[in-house]
């Protein structure tokens, strides 16, 4: 009887037979051996492409988020840089513009607001400087309105010009004639009231100052007025009181937006609403034109 010991991967097996062929069993194991050996290739090659999968896997699952990660870095790194671009920008600008007001005001109060001694702020109520046509002295006044006819005053040239003190501005008024109509007495009985909003101010001086027109405009004589009615009271002849009547100091031309002298006059009261009138002017020509009219307390 022949022994034969056949060893089959993880087992080995021991066969005791007489009959068996040993060349028949060699065949066997070297057949099991060559399907052993073609199993281990195989799992061989399948952990390694296996692994290249898992590793695959791992480096795409890094870089996807990183690039993403970089993307969105990158855009919000726009966004920040456009975002801040925009706002520097709206920052220079209200600069700019906060510059250029502070300019205004400064040429404002170096060249235009400049007061002398005893001169009077002209401050309105509620601002208003109501612009007259066809009155007399201790009439009732009559309203003028904007435009380019009789009992009108051109749009932009009214009678707040006048008390701002600054001669760069004027005060326009046709009177009795038309824009296109020059006559010696276009403009004449023509003026302006206001109210005080500081109350009670007692005027002594008054001072006038030419426009930039032609001289024939200039106004010559003049007339101040003062009341202590308020409102509408003050469209009512009651209570006007004459202060001053005569020239207005500019009887020797003194040039284009400049001012008389002071013409001083008595009196003793104060008022809180004055009215001022031209009663004549320098020449013939289609309206009367002043760029100031001053009011002192000496």
């Known amino acids: 009887m022949t022994k034969i010991t ?3 991967h993880n087992a080995i097996e021991v066969h005791h037979s007489s009959s068996i062929d040993s060349n028949l069993v060699l065949r066997n194991i070297t057949k099991t051996e060559n399907t052993l050996c073609c199993h281990s290739r195989k799992q061989k090659i399948l952990c390694v492409i296996s692994l290249i999968l898992i590793l695959s896997a791992i480096i795409i699952g890094t870089l996807i988020p990183t690039v993403v990660i970089r993307k969105d870095k990158s855009r919000i790194s726009s966004l920040s840089t456009t975002t801040i671009r925009t706002v520097s920008t709206r920052i220079a600008t209200t600069t700019t513009i906060e510059i250029t007001t502070k300019q205004i005001v400064t040429t404002k109060k170096t060249e ?6 005893g001169q009077i702020s002209l401050v309105a109520v509620k601002n208003r400087f109501i612009g007259i046509h066809s009155t007399m002295i201790g009439g009732d006044s009559s309203r003028a309105e904007e435009g380019l006819y009789s009992g009108y005053y051109i749009a932009g040239e009214h009678p707040a010009n006048a008390c701002d003190n600054d001669v760069k501005t004027k005060y326009v008024n046709y009177g009795s ?4 109509k ?3 007495r276009c403009g004449l009985q023509t003026g302006f009231y206001y109210e005080l909003k500081h109350g009670q101010k007692l005027v002594n001086g008054l001072k006038i100052c030419t426009a930039d027109d032609l001289t024939e405009h200039d106004p010559i004589l003049v007339s101040l007025e003062g009341n202590n009615y308020s409102g509408s009271n003050l469209a009512f002849s009651p209570g006007w009181t004459l202060l001053y009547n005569g020239t207005s100091g500019l009887d020797i031309d003194p ?9 001083n006059f008595t009196n003793f009261i104060e008022y809180k609403s004055y009215r001022f009138l031209v009663h004549r002017k320098r020449g013939r020509a289609a309206s009367v034109q002043y760029s100031e009219v001053q009011l002192f307390n000496n």
Do not use: A, L, M, Y
């Open 255 to 263: 040039g284009r937006q400049n001012c008389s002298s002071i013409i």
């Open 177 to 180: 004639c038309k824009v296109d």
């Open 112 to 117: 235009n607001i400049t007061t002398e001694k």
């Open 182 to 184: 020059p006559k010696k």
């Open 6 to 8: 056949v060893i089959n």
